[in-house]
């Protein structure tokens, strides 16, 4: 198995309040993915990062931050949480490159937003 | 918009026969990827196909890609009651490091 770990697996928060979600990997991948997955809509990309600092959005990206100081972690910012980013948040990783290759993912974040 | 959609929604069969999901993208692919989720549980990869190939066999799996009609067919023959997932398509549209997921399929295989 691909080394994600993502934490913290589960939060409860009240709308406002900052959350801060971190993946780390051992593998030394390039690519670092963060995905979103609800009802109906299947898993939409957030933000990724192809490399140290390096960091572009994806198609769900608006109230959501990212920073990748380090390859093996990448950490996804809520700066006000609301009832609305409520979702099941993925990591996943990719050894990358010019063309999408096979993506490995963690376990999974279930946030609350109340 | 989501890039892909998996046809159809759920799929309910019993074991010992085959399910067919099939998926429709919108623009150019590099390539297409089929993606087992367990409940609660991360997605794995099953199998990758690319632009130039038509059909990619991997144990029980057989992945089919038509571009000129933008779709991708997953077979699973022999279903498993272990096959009871959400099977998800994901395109990787033109010159682009980033991987499209569509809606998914939820099959269930009764025993």
């Known amino acids: 198995d691909a080394g994600i770990t993502q934490s913290p697996r589960h939060k409860v928060t009240e709308t406002g309040t900052p959350v801060t979600l971190r993946c780390h990997q051992t593998?030394?991948?390039?690519?670092m993915y963060w995905y979103r997955q609800d009802p109906g809509h299947g898993l939409r990309l957030i933000h990724y990062?192809?490399?140290?600092?390096?960091?572009d959005k994806g198609e769900v990206s608006d109230g959501y931050s990212v920073s990748r100081s380090k390859t093996e972690d990448f950490l996804l910012t809520l700066e006000s949480a609301t009832s609305s980013q409520t979702s099941v948040y993925f990591c996943?990783?990719?050894?990358?490159?010019?063309?999408?290759?096979?993506?490995?993912f963690g376990e999974g974040s279930r946030l609350t937003v109340l | 918009s989501q890039q892909g959609e998996e046809d159809p929604q759920a799929l309910s069969i019993q074991e010992g026969e085959n399910a067919t999901m099939n998926c429709s993208y919108k623009?150019?692919?590099?390539?297409l990827q089929w993606y087992r989720q367990n409940s609660g549980r991360g997605l794995v990869h099953l199998i990758l196909?690319?632009?130039?190939?038509r059909e990619k066999h991997s144990g029980r799996l057989r992945v089919t890609l038509d571009t000129s009609k933008k779709s991708s067919s997953l077979l699973i023959t022999a279903s498993r009651a272990a096959d009871t997932a959400s099977y998800f398509c994901?395109?990787?549209?033109?010159?682009?490091?980033?991987?499209?997921f569509g809606t998914g399929t939820r099959l269930q295989v009764f025993p």
């Open positions: 196909i690319r632009s130039n190939e």
């Open positions: 623009t150019s692919i590099n390539n």
């Open positions: 994901a395109t990787g549209p033109g010159n682009t490091d980033k991987l499209i």
């Open positions: 990062s192809y490399g140290v600092k390096d960091t």
């Open positions: 593998e030394n991948h390039r690519y």
């Open positions: 996943a990783i990719s050894e990358g490159g010019t063309i999408a290759g096979e993506l490995f």
